[in-house]
């Protein structure tokens, strides 16, 4: 790993748990992490209902937007965390991979997301405490 260590967060729509993920990394890694995010099939925007539960936890990931996975992110990133994109997911040797079995907050109420969100939190927690 670089002296930097890069994660990139990929989910199919890059709508919600991967924007969740990488919102608490950068919020929580406080610049010590390079953060990347993006989706296989992504979304033209943000799930609404995920930018309501993280601005719960002060965390605003209103503005960002989904993007589509390039063979580039993955090749820039030293981890790779996985959320349900299957087999679209490129595979490079030499890169720590991570499926993160998550529901996906698409189409759930902000009950339910609060329950998705939570999950990703501690799971960052845990892979902030190993990066750096």
């Not at 063979?71 to 040797?93: H, K, L, R």
């Amino acid at each position: 790993m670089s002296a930097k260590p890069s994660v990139l967060f990929v989910c199919v729509h890059n709508a919600g748990r991967s924007q969740m993920a990488a919102g608490f990394m950068h919020h929580l890694g406080k610049g010590r992490v390079d953060v990347l995010s993006a989706g296989s099939a992504p979304k033209d925007s943000i799930n609404p209902v995920a930018i309501a539960a993280m601005a719960e936890v002060g965390i605003d990931i209103a503005n960002n937007v989904p993007k589509v996975l390039t063979p580039e992110a993955v090749q820039a990133s030293d981890v790779v965390i996985t959320m349900g994109c299957g087999d679209a997911c490129p595979f490079y040797p030499g890169k720590r991979y991570e499926d993160w079995v998550l529901d996906d907050p698409a189409g759930q109420g902000i009950e339910s997301v609060r329950v998705i969100r939570d999950e990703i939190k501690m799971r960052v927690v845990a892979l902030l405490s190993e990066l750096i």
